[in-house]
């Protein structure tokens, strides 16, 4: 390995250990872990699915009433999944990360400029 490939492992190591991935990890396992949760996420998911089938279809045959049921249900989802203290905390802990990354990367890109 040549000393930068070394250095960026030793980094990368050390980010491993950091209090944010191990903060990522843990709100990560029990927004996963979360059967209600999840159940919220799944019916979303195939909620927009099927929405998108039903926009895809000729203008003609596009049901109204079911893209508003939909939409009100996907709405309601939303709302749900928002306001949970599970996503909340997986949310904010991806930030909290993404937050980690940036400030390494504009070091280093410091460094280098």
Same mark, same amino acid.
């Not at 029990?30 to 998911?45: M, R, T």
């Given at each position: 390995?040549?000393?930068?490939?070394?250095?960026?492992?030793?980094?990368?190591?050390?980010?491993?250990?950091?209090?944010?991935?191990?903060?990522?990890?843990?709100?990560?396992?029990?927004? &996963?872990?979360?059967?209600?949760?999840?159940?919220?996420?799944? &019916?979303?998911?195939?909620?927009?699915?099927?929405?998108? !089938?039903?926009?895809?279809?000729? #203008?003609?045959?596009?049901?109204?009433?079911? @893209? #508003?049921?939909?939409?009100?249900? @996907?709405?309601?989802?939303?709302? &749900?999944?928002?306001?949970? !203290?599970?996503?909340?905390?997986?949310?904010? #802990?991806?930030?909290?990360?993404?937050?980690?990354?940036?400030?390494?990367?504009? &070091?280093?890109?410091?460094?280098?400029?």
């Amino acid at each position: 390995m040549t000393k930068i490939i070394e250095l960026a492992h030793a980094l990368g190591e050390e980010i491993a250990k950091s209090d944010e991935i191990k903060n990522l990890e843990a709100a990560k396992a029990a927004y &996963e872990q979360n059967a209600e949760l999840q159940a919220k996420v799944s &019916e979303y998911e195939v909620d927009r699915k099927l929405m998108a !089938e039903e926009f895809s279809k000729p #203008a003609d045959g596009i049901d109204e009433k079911a @893209i #508003a049921d939909l939409r009100a249900r @996907i709405e309601e989802l939303t709302r &749900e999944i928002c306001a949970n !203290e599970l996503y909340i905390a997986f949310v904010n #802990a991806q930030n909290a990360m993404n937050s980690l990354m940036a400030d390494v990367n504009a &070091e280093i890109k410091f460094c280098i400029t």
